[in-house]
């Protein structure tokens, strides 16, 4: 091995320790922690976040990569390290490690706020905190800016590379024209499908026994992984041999455990498939948060909420609940679970509606981005949004602005992901089913059939590839959101006769 | 504040941190983490464990060091906090930082390998990693060895300061001619009392139920702790507003999970109640394992096996399983969970014998810290002395040797702590009745009267006075056995009528 590279990996190494400590930290305050332990330990994970900061922002690291890069022994892996390095370099090095401290320890402390905030249905709880986010973002991106362009480009780059403003704004562009048309026409006929029957008692222990049983029956390996609750679903891991995820269970919305744990355990299956070589190095883990989630939105929705899915499943639902689904007929259950509602919770949309959430988010992230914005507008701000694209107005903060965690974790440019990674899932969705027969191996139980497709042709890679490259590797094209719109398109069409 | 003792205090945060998130990866591999993790988490452990140690051992800290114990402008607390940064700085630098890594990427391996040995009841699996840790702790106790005397004081210093083999020896002694000889009389009698009530089937989520009141009721805020569950239960901490206890449910034992559950309350008590001006610093947590053992054999029996204790609250566990204990009085429970058993699990064993477990457990850790002792041996070792002191002999090695997580963990010199812990607490116990009402505080239910006393008199001070001093300023003398050995003779010549 190059004598240099080497060297970089000590680097690396702690630089991965201190990530993983600061993971299972973040894993415990949304899982576990008692109420008044954030205090104490924002400051430790404020001080791993610093020791993170100083493993890789010294001299020592700073040459190691001007060396490296111009060296010719490296292998492919070992290049893909560099340029990855060179690019949280960059990242980190925008901001001291005490600002990095300070920073880090202020979003472990807003996720509570955020918590508490959204369980008063008060904003101002956590006004204050999002104001400092915002300004911390603002200023880093600021100083890793390279052109002219908006500084929001920063933040989206970190989140999916290449996919700056413009790219964004003719995406959502399109998604618009191939959605609100649709949505308007379904509108008048939401009323049409029953789900009455989704609404009755739900036993929480039940739903727990059934979600470890779904969280298994798409593949999720309970020998490398573990499921919890919390406010907010979410998957993290620390390395493929130890993924985790949350959902969150209501009494009487039991479907939102069930597309919550086979959102998350899309992403979990991502995260334990990458290959063992890579575990534990720059290249470990998923590529980008677009990936990501068009592998948990692929699990969710293309598969998890068709009828040929819930075949072989559904009479085990059925005696779960029998008191409340036995003369359920499956073709009802999937009406139900698929209807369109013009809602105002993002993570309970139906698909069709689900973009003009995030675009909505996308237009806010934005304008405090590239302008400024009074915080304390922002609920007004959202509201109106909700109101010009969905014709609906939140009643309360905790249905409208507080909804979602991320922004109180120091994600902002997070959001279009989701958007995103629906159309990659449309994508690769085609081309699987020009390769394989995924409704037969759903009607035969056979996820495994479904989810080798997904480790050979994606998971596998790890970080190794980008999202351009994989789409390119595995489609033969670059983004092409037709797949999305087309998909989409049937499929409302079909179940509203439109 | 003296510029040179504000410069240490920086090494220390970073340790601190480093120290916490060992500590939260521990306790998530006790009590959550899947089969697989431990392979690569292990990794990440030890460089955690190498950081700490870098914090800590370098030339910059050494010369702060050797400055501060010069200077005279240092508080109380500041000096305090040098001396016990020079004792830990002496211990970490009998290994290089490398070694230390490679030893926790060890010990957090043989936990799990300890954990599989047990369940298989196949030494082999566990003896490698045992042989490896003795080894280690050889290597290490006699690079730090000031003097010609035992290397096995060097470990039991880190436990509780200035408690040598010389003064162990003595100790023991006493405490076996003081137990023995009562032990020997009571053999003959120990089926005079019935227990075949706690051998009927407790439903685990009730005995959860109850052990969560249970916890609360001597005291531990779940505001500032967490309850779980793990194979060996084990009370740990990052702070003294976050401190988490264990617990394991047997369905035909309830009174395992019972007095687990008071003995760790006893430590979290002690954590939770250390001043807040020694909240992550030097002198945050409890002084010494000794101390610590004191406070959890002081609850879980000096109170927690008592009747006047079990008087205001039996009735809520005969209301949890009428079933079982309806008709059983509140003084044939108190004689079933008191009465002596010379049997072969420690966690389990009555107050007269346990200090026998314990004196067999120093013998043979004596035995190989001091000579050559083939790892194979030591089940055969185990056995005899059982049979030696308690007459039995275990039938297999999960009921031997393999009973105990400690040495898995590197705790060589632990075990000698609970027994000490036992005679600290007489002691203790026998000032606090000087001084309140103890009965009558607990027929009353007022557990707050008791913790109050011990938050005063011995939890607030957290590390800033060791066992010595704590005993001196709290009982007015040292270590004194025969409040031990007279709690025990009384107690038990009453309860087998002697």
Redesign the interface.
């Known amino acids: 091995m190059n004598k240099n590279y080497e060297k970089l990996l000590e680097y690396i190494?702690?630089s991965?320790?201190m990530s993983?400590?600061l993971a299972?930290?973040e894993w415990?305050n949304e899982t576990?922690?008692?109420?008044?332990?954030i205090?104490?330990?924002s400051?430790?994970m404020g001080?791993?976040a610093k020791?993170n900061h100083k493993a890789l922002i010294n001299d020592e690291v700073k040459e190691l990569l001007a060396t490296l890069e111009q060296e010719d022994d490296l292998t492919l892996t070992e290049r893909k390290t560099v340029e990855k390095l060179k690019k949280e370099y960059e990242q980190l090095n925008a901001v001291t490690a005490e600002e990095y401290q300070e920073y880090n320890e202020l979003t472990a402390k807003s996720a509570n706020a955020w918590a508490k905030a959204k369980e008063q249905n008060d904003f101002s709880v956590f006004a204050p905190f999002l104001e400092k986010i915002i300004a911390f973002n603002k200023k880093m991106a600021a100083n890793r800016s390279k052109d002219e362009g908006s500084i929001y480009n920063v933040l989206l780059d970190d989140f999916e590379e290449e996919f700056t403003t413009d790219v964004l704004d003719k995406f959502f562009e399109e998604l618009k024209k191939g959605i609100l048309p649709l949505a308007n026409k379904i509108k008048d006929k939401e009323d049409s499908i029953n789900f009455d029957f989704l609404r009755k008692d739900y036993d929480i222990e039940k739903q727990k026994e059934f979600n470890r049983f779904l969280a298994e029956y798409v593949g999720f390996d309970?020998?490398?992984?573990?499921i919890?609750e919390s406010e907010h679903p979410f998957t993290t891991n620390?390395?493929?041999?130890?993924v985790r995820i949350t959902t969150h269970y209501y009494k009487n919305m039991p479907e939102s455990a069930i597309f919550s744990t086979i959102h998350e355990a899309g992403h979990a299956l991502y995260e334990m498939n990458v290959a063992d070589k890579y575990?534990?190095t720059m290249l470990a883990g998923g590529t980008s948060m677009g990936v990501h989630e068009s592998q948990s939105r692929f699990m969710e929705n293309f598969i998890g909420r068709s009828e040929a899915f819930w075949k072989p499943i559904y009479s085990k639902l059925q005696e779960t609940f029998p008191e409340n689904l036995e003369d359920v007929e499956l073709s009802d259950f999937m009406k139900a679970v698929n209807r369109v509602e013009h809602g105002f919770i993002r993570t309970e949309a139906d698909e069709l509606t689900y973009s003009i959430h995030v675009i909505i988010r996308y237009e806010i992230e934005k304008m405090f981005m590239e302008g400024d914005v009074n915080i304390d507008e922002l609920p007004q701000i959202w509201n109106d949004k909700y109101e010009e694209y969905l014709g609906i107005k939140p009643e309360n903060v905790s249905e409208g602005i507080l909804q979602d965690i991320h922004w109180s974790q120091g994600s902002i440019g997070y959001f279009p992901s989701y958007a995103l990674g629906s159309a990659f899932a449309a994508q690769f969705f085609h081309k699987m089913q020009e390769e394989i027969n995924v409704e037969e191996a759903l009607l035969d139980g056979d996820m495994a059939k479904i989810t080798t497709w997904l480790k050979e042709n994606i998971h596998q890679y790890g970080s190794s590839k980008n999202a351009k490259e994989l789409l390119k590797d595995v489609t033969g094209e670059k983004l092409n959101t037709k797949y999305y719109i087309e998909y989409l398109t049937e499929k409302y069409s079909k179940l509203y006769d439109l």
Chains 1, 2 share one sequence.
């Open positions: 190494e702690k991965i320790a993983s400590a299972i930290f415990d576990l922690a008692p109420e008044s332990a205090e104490n330990t400051k430790i001080i791993l020791e309970f020998s490398k992984g573990v919890a620390w390395h493929n041999h130890d575990t534990m």
